[in-house]
Each structure stands twice: as structure tokens, then as C-alpha cells.
């Protein structure tokens, strides 16, 4: 949507160590920054920055890219989104291009919401009919700063004058109507679809208003009204004051989660920051997995008498599926967090907070008094327990609920994994659900690994690959795009752009391509050279040892099927096969001797 060409140079006159600076204390070590990374704890710094390169890698969590991916990172931006922050910040005008319709749908979307969340901000600070909902928001505890903060506004039953201002500002009616911000009578009148009630804007994490929550300040019904779904908001994947809790999140790597718009803006305005809300619904998966972006520490927040603890049983269902054990942290009876900070103070529900109950223990001792420890209710509890292990797609997860529930039950352990093993296990989504790690060591793609990250520090590496006629069968699909993307390049400008390389590859290819540009720093050419010549030579020999297998395998073949022809053929490839391969090994004792 935006022209390579711009980008390059929004790229090039932005500095990456400036924008990270924004967010994180950078040091200087040698030719790089160096911090404590934003996107996992950590006391040592492992968090690397080359402002000459433009890329950023950590160490530890293994996040890295351009200023770009840093920004799509941190703040959850869309790559057009990240393009255009670093532009403004550096004074460069950014067009898109692209079917204007289909390219500013989203940006239109945003700027109605936006002028509606200021239309009603104006009602409730600058309106007589305001006056209701300040006097409202002042006898539940929220003081004019904290109201603008979080953007609310006020619909009045009389109107708030939304459908002038869409006539006025010329915006587009047909969006408004889908937004479910104004509805249409038969003869085309508009008229408001919020009214009587305090607003309280929407806002994703890149701080957009994508929606709107409304509360009756009487005894009317509903008591809450939130916006339809829309392109903009999706009600079960979205959080309230995600926006306004990000730093919050980070410093205290923890996130308090509550039920209700106010509960979450009470917690804010006591100074707990690290607070959010399902916009008055039950927790869901897809919020699970959207905080455990930001941390792997969740603790949900749920009243002290029985419906609060079922909700609690039942979200550890959520939180497993989601690939994340939580805490579940109890008020006491009659109490909400809104009432009960404002009684008690934040020190009171802090120490509520640290006494939280990981839910897999909350689990299973709710199980026992729900169904008792008879042979009927253990029988119960291990049909409940059978039925969550399906949900459970990390293996480790399922081993460890396993045991408990066997220490807690009694049964054998086939009774209870045999389900798991044979459940329909969710896909992974958003990075959350268990992927196994690389082994650590003799990874069969260490070869390619050290040779594209040769071919990015020294042009001469590259030459060098570049005369290899059979590199590209030698190869995996992965690092074989990579060296293709950088030939191209070479054969083209004579030099290596690793962001070009980077915005070519697959986005999780960004952060593996910084890491070996800024691993080859420590490299001296000579030393690089000859690291690529062994690279080289055992991507040949690994080539030909999966040629030599697979002609085993048609000699096989061709013996069965009584077909001498094709078997005469197929040993006379295998033998040249392995003359080449002997010729390789001769040349690497020969190269051993001489070294």
C-alpha cells in the first residue's frame, strides 16, 4: 500500500536508536546499543541495537527487525500503521497507493469514531446536559483528569447532535451507518443510536477508537450497550483500556483483569496501571491470547460469591486452550474492584492481588467440592479433567495436568492421557499454542544459517555463492528464498540491503536476519571466507548423501519390479554419486593437512 521506494527512504532517514530510545534505555557497547528488552523480563541486558545496519535483535526472546518490526512489535501496529509513525516523526509525507476505497476504508472507519468519541467528550465537559454525567462520574470516584484520559463522553436524550456533525464534516454516511453510530428512518432521517447514556470510547492498542460502550445512568435496560461488530471491533478479542494499560503491563510485567469499564478505570485512577476489562463479558480465549502478547502473567480479577468462582473454574478452560496456566485473585463477598478500591485503597487490593491462586489448583480443588470425593464424584472430576486435556495443545501442559490430576484422583495415567492423545488438539494461533523448539545443538539448517549470515556481512561471500551453480539444490525452501532474494540483489545493485532482504521474507525471517547480521560483527573477512568454503562444502556433501539415499532406494525399487534397465541406470548414478562424494572428502583432508 505504501511504494518500496518511500519506505526505503522513510528507513534511511530514520534513526532506529532515536525511535527505540523512546521506549528503552539504550547504552553504548562497542558499535552497538545495548538495553534491557521490552518484550520479555529480563535483568541482563540482551537487547542489541546497530543504528549503521537499522535492525535491533534480542538475544534472549530472539524479537529483532528494522525500526519498522520494532514499532509492530511494541505497539501492535499493521506495517503501513508503522511506516507512517516513523514518517511523521521525521516530517516525510506518506501516500498510499491502491484502490482509494479499499485502501482508506479502514482510516475512514477510524476518523468517524474518533470525531464521534470527540462529539460526546464535548457533551459531558462543555454541555448543560453534561452536567448529569460529571455529577454520575463524581459519585463513582472518577475525577475530570481521569475522564479525559480514558476519552468518555456523554449521549443525552435529547441528542448529542451526531447526525448534524456527519452533515456538516461531510463524512461518510453509509460508514456512519455501518459503525452503528446513527440509524436511518424509512424517510431518511437520521437519528442516534446511542442516547441517555455515558460513552465510553474503544481504543486499540495503537490508541484508534475502534468502538463504543454505553451506561444508563438510571435503572433502564440494558444497563451496558456496546457497538455491533464492525471491520474495527471484534467484541471477544477486544480489551478495554488495553491503550491506557500498555506501560502499566511492561513495567510491572503483570496484568490485572476485571469485568467492567468503570472497575478498570477505578483500578487506573488508584494507581494500579496494569489493568484491563472484557467489556462486561466473560473472558475468552482470543483475550487470553491478545494479553499474552504483552505478558505471561495474567491474573483475572472475580467477585468473592459463587458466580465469581464458577467464572473462575470455567476460565481455566480459556486460559489452557489459550496455551497459558493464569491466577484467579477473589473479592471478598458483596464487593466489586470498582467498591472495593475505593473503599479500601489500592494497598488493600494489591495484597487481594498477591494472594491470587494459580487456576490449575483453583481447578481442582473447585472439582472436589463441586463433585466430592466419592468414587462417583472422582469419576465426575476425571470426565471434567478429560475433557479440558483435549483443549491442551502444549504437550508439557498436558503431562503436568496429568499427574496432578493423578495425585489428586488416583487413576492411572493411560485413563486420563489417552484422550488428550487422541483429541482433535487446537491449531497454534498468534504464536501462543506450544511449537517445539529447535534442538540447540546439530540443527540440520546450521550450515545455510552461518552461510546467509556470511553473505550478509561481506560482499565477497557472496561472489563467491554466486558462482556455486547447484547452490540452490543444496538448500531447504527457507534459507534457499533467502540466498535467491540476495543474489537477485547483488546481480542487480552489487550490494547487500538486509531490509530489502527482510520486507521480501516471511515476517518471522525478520527477527533470524538481524540476529546474523549483527552475529557476523565479530567476524574478520579472512575468517569469513573460510567459514563459507566449509559451509559450502557440507551443504555439497549433505546433497549428495540425500542423492546417494534416494538411489539406494530406486536400485530397491527397480529390483522388485524386475526392471534391469532402470536398475543399470540407477546404480550408474548412484556410483558417480559417490565418486563425488569421495572427491570431496579427499579435498577436505587435504584442506585439513594444509591448515
Excluded at 518511500?6 to 532517514?13: A, G, L, Q, S
Excluded at 476518523?111 to 460526546?120: C, T
Excluded at 485473585?329 to 470498582?338: H, K, R, V, W, Y
Aim: glycine share 8%; charged share 25%; with cysteine.
Amino acid at each position: 500500500m505504501i511504494k518500496q521506494e518511500k519506505v526505503i527512504e522513510i528507513r534511511d532517514r530514520a534513526s532506529i536508536v532515536e525511535v527505540i530510545s523512546d521506549v528503552v534505555t539504550l547504552k553504548k557497547a562497542g558499535r552497538n546499543y545495548m538495553g534491557l528488552c521490552p518484550f520479555h523480563a529480563e535483568k541482563t541486558p540482551s537487547f542489541t541495537v546497530n543504528e549503521e545496519k537499522g535492525i535491533f535483535h534480542c538475544f534472549g526472546c530472539r524479537a529483532g527487525g528494522s525500526v519498522f518490526q520494532f514499532l509492530m512489535q511494541y505497539d501492535h501496529l499493521t506495517f503501513p500503521e508503522a511506516v507512517e509513525r516513523v514518517a511523521k516523526r521525521y516530517g516525510i509525507t506518506v501516500e498510499r497507493s491502491g484502490a482509494p476505497e479499499r485502501s482508506g476504508e479502514r482510516e475512514t472507519l477510524y476518523y468517524i469514531n474518533e470525531r464521534a468519541a470527540a462529539n460526546y467528550q464535548r457533551v459531558l465537559l462543555h454541555h448543560p446536559e453534561g452536567k448529569k454525567a460529571l455529577d454520575y462520574l463524581k459519585s463513582r470516584g472518577v475525577d475530570e483528569a481521569t475522564a479525559q484520559s480514558f476519552m468518555l463522553g456523554y449521549a443525552p436524550p435529547s441528542g448529542s447532535g451526531l447526525p448534524d456533525l456527519i452533515k456538516k464534516e461531510k463524512l461518510a454516511l453509509p460508514d456512519a451507518l455501518r459503525l452503528g453510530l446513527v440509524g436511518q428512518r424509512a424517510g431518511g432521517q437520521l437519528y442516534e443510536k446511542f442516547f441517555a447514556r455515558l460513552m465510553f470510547p474503544i481504543v486499540n492498542p495503537a490508541g484508534k477508537v475502534v468502538g463504543f460502550g454505553g451506561r444508563v445512568l438510571d435503572q433502564g435496560l440494558p444497563k451496558y450497550l456496546n457497538s455491533s461488530e464492525t471491520p474495527l471491533f471484534r467484541k471477544s478479542s477486544t480489551l478495554y483500556g488495553l491503550y491506557q494499560a500498555k506501560e502499566g503491563i511492561r513495567k510491572a510485567d503483570r496484568v490485572v483483569v476485571v469485568e467492567g469499564y468503570l472497575d478498570a478505570i477505578a483500578l487506573h485512577q488508584c494507581g494500579l496501571g496494569d489493568a484491563v476489562a472484557t467489556l462486561g463479558t466473560a473472558l475468552t480465549v482470543e483475550h487470553v491470547r491478545v494479553l499474552a502478547r504483552y505478558t505471561k502473567n495474567i491474573t483475572a480479577l472475580f467477585d468473592g460469591d459463587t458466580a465469581g468462582r464458577s467464572a473462575a473454574a470455567r476460565s481455566f478452560e480459556i486460559f489452557i486452550e489459550a496455551g497459558l496456566f493464569g491466577q484467579a485473585a477473589f473479592l471478598p463477598n458483596g464487593e466489586d474492584p470498582d467498591s472495593f478500591v475505593r473503599r479500601h485503597g489500592k494497598a488493600a487490593l494489591e495484597a487481594v492481588l498477591e494472594r491470587a491462586t494459580p487456576l490449575a489448583d483453583y481447578y481442582f480443588s473447585w472439582l472436589e467440592q463441586r463433585y466430592g470425593k466419592t468414587l462417583a464424584g472422582k469419576s465426575q472430576i476425571a470426565g471434567e479433567i478429560s475433557r479440558v486435556l483435549v483443549k491442551v495443545s502444549n504437550p508439557f501442559e498436558v503431562d503436568l495436568l496429568v499427574r496432578r490430576a493423578v495425585d489428586t484422583l488416583g487413576v492411572r495415567e493411560e485413563l486420563l492421557r489417552r484422550p488428550a492423545a487422541l483429541g482433535n488438539r487446537p491449531a497454534a494461533k498468534n504464536g501462543v499454542a506450544f511449537i517445539p523448539p529447535p534442538a540447540a545443538a546439530g540443527r540440520d539448517d546450521f550450515a545455510e544459517r552461518s552461510l546467509v549470515g556470511l553473505m550478509l556481512r561481506f560482499p565477497a561471500i557472496v561472489k563467491q555463492v554466486a558462482g556455486e551453480n547447484e547452490i540452490r539444490q543444496w538448500m531447504g525452501p527457507k534459507w534457499g528464498a533467502v540466498v535467491d532474494l540476495v543474489l537477485a540483489q547483488w546481480q542487480e545493485q552489487e550490494k547487500v540491503d538486509l531490509f530489502r532482504i527482510a520486507q521480501s521474507s516471511p515476517p518471522e525471517a525478520a527477527a533470524e536476519l538481524a540476529a546474523l547480521a549483527l552475529a557476523g560483527d565479530a567476524i574478520a573477512e579472512d575468517e569469513g571466507g573460510r567459514m563459507a568454503a566449509d559451509c559450502l562444502s557440507h551443504l555439497r556433501r549433505k546433497h549428495l548423501r540425500g542423492l546417494e539415499r534416494g538411489l539406494r532406494i530406486a536400485i530397491r525399487a527397480a529390483e522388485e519390479q524386475n526392471d534391469e534397465t532402470a536398475k543399470r541406470e540407477r546404480i550408474l548414478e548412484w556410483q558417480d554419486v559417490v565418486r563425488r562424494g569421495r572427491q570431496l572428502e579427499r579435498r577436505k583432508i587435504e584442506k585439513s593437512n594444509i591448515r
